[in-house]
Structure formats: C-alpha cells, structure tokens
C-alpha cells in the first residue's frame, strides 16, 4: 500500500477493486496489505459515507392508457406515464432514472443541449451513463438564478452535464433577470455573451424541472424584488414557471411588457425542437396541467398519480 495515500484514497482503490475489478476479498487483503477484516470494514466504509452508491435497476412499468388518453387530451408528442402513486421516494427515483435514460439517447442525437437547473435536473445528470458524443455542447439559455452556494445553480449544472459526456459547455455570466431596460437591452451585446446566446438559439434539446413561484420566493434577490421582476403580474394567477417565466394554468407566459429575463428571446425557447420535462412532486399539479394546456414542453415524464391529479385539476377547471 502507498504510504502516501490518503484514508479516503485507500477507500476509492479498494472499492473500485472490489466492484469494478471484481477482485476477491482475499486478493484485496494481499494487494493492500490488510487483513481481511479491515478490507470488509473499508468497504463497508466506504457505503456509508457516499463514496460506493448502489442502485438497482429495477423495470419501469409504464401506463399505455393513460398516455394515450394524454395525448389525446393535451396533444403532447411524448409523453410517459410510469406506475406509482406520486409520492414515494421510489416513484421519484423512477421518473429520475427514466428521464435520465430517455434524455441521453436524445443527447446522441444533439448537437447543442440547454438545460436549466434544480434538483431533478442535478439529479437527471447523476443518472446519465459517461459516453462520449462528438460535437456535443452544453450551454445555459438563460443567466444565473443565483444559487452560488448550491450544486443545483445554472453554471454548476452545465459544467455537471459536460462532465458525462466529455463535451464542451457554455455558460451565460449574467443574472437571470436584469430590470434595467437599458442594461438588460445592451449586456447581450457584451463579448462574453454574445458566442453563448448565439449558441443557445441553435439548441436541439432542452430539459428541464418545471417549478413554482416558489422556487423564486426561496432565492432572497427575486423574492425581495418580485414585483420589478414581474410588474403587473398577479401573483395568485402564476401556476408554474419555466425558463425563468411565470405562466398561467392555461399555460400562457404572464410576461409583462418588458421581458426582464436575461436570455435568448421566449420564441427562440420555444422553437427548440425538443423541449423535455419532469416532475416527480404532487405538488406541482397546476404547474404540469399549465405547462400541458400551453404545450410548452413536447416531452414529459410523470407517474400515475401526478397524473390521476392532473385529469382531477383539469376536469374541475372545466367545469368551472
């Protein structure tokens, strides 16, 4: 064993031996010079403090109906519809991992990929498999949301994505809203954003969460600011936000007369061929029936219940 390796060194080594070489208990104990009950400990180690993951790929089981009967009702090109109940941590993980599959086979066929940020994106990202596609690129559309001290923020999610696929990344070095006019109308100009938007108006896929108002009321900038970020936008109208913008459940962008979003045009987001989104939360029904009546999104990743949740909150709405 190398004296100079760290404690959490040896822990990698004797894991990757173990799970990726396959190597024996026994053969571990003569190679690092150990004895077998230190080998078992380290390898138990190594479990409990996140250096060893274990997932089992279990079949998804998908709901044919139900996603027949979505197509037919909210005219979505592609959508996937996978059994449970929408409230397991289970279920969750399912949809992660579905989404996660379904995205990197449409990656191998891109060229240029946008993505936004959040947790079911970080976590999307963790699930892809490293493959090497040529000519890929990463790139954020729209600026920062200014989660700095977060893995979840714009630019960290990018670098994450790139990193899986050996590809190269761009990144929009600007706030997610700008409210001056006159700033928000020339930084685009800028040099060191100008190869990114360009690059951002090209993309062939987007993936992305659809969020609340909520995720902007947890960000202490946009909360203290909403009303300059969304002038005449009432509050209780918006039932989602996606690319950064309030929309209504009949899927219909609340932007004001000025668009404060610091990005490529909407119209431009929404030329982007394949548009693709997941929610793993009960609790963004009316962001999901919004996103669904507007078509924001061409492709959509939910399970049974969310579902069953949507028709409930889309029949009610009919009614009314």
Sequence with gaps: MDKNMTHEELLVQVSQDYYYSNLAVSELSRKYNLSRYLVTKYLEEALQSGIVTIHVNSPVARNFQLETEFKKLFDIPHIAILKGDGSSDANANNIVAYSAKRIQLLIAESHVVGLTWGSTVHSIIDHFNSELVDGLVFTQFVGENMKYNSRTGSTRMVEHAAS??????????????????????????????????????RMDLLFCGIGTIASIDSIPTWNNTKADLF???????????????????????????????MGISLDKVLATPRRFGAIKSKFKTHAALGALRGKLLTDLVIDEGIAQRILTANKDLNED
């Design 231 to 261: 002038p005449g936008v009432d509050p209780s109208q918006i039932a989602g936000m996606l690319f950064g913008r309030p929309y209504d459940i009949q899927g219909n962008f609340l932007i004001p007369e000025r668009d404060t979003v």
């Design 164 to 201: 899986r696929f050996d590809a190269n990344y761009h990144v929009l070095p600007a706030p997610l809203y700008v409210v001056n006019q006159t700033v928000h109308d020339l930084l685009p100009q800028e040099p060191a954003l100008q190869q990114t938007m360009t690059l951002a108006s």
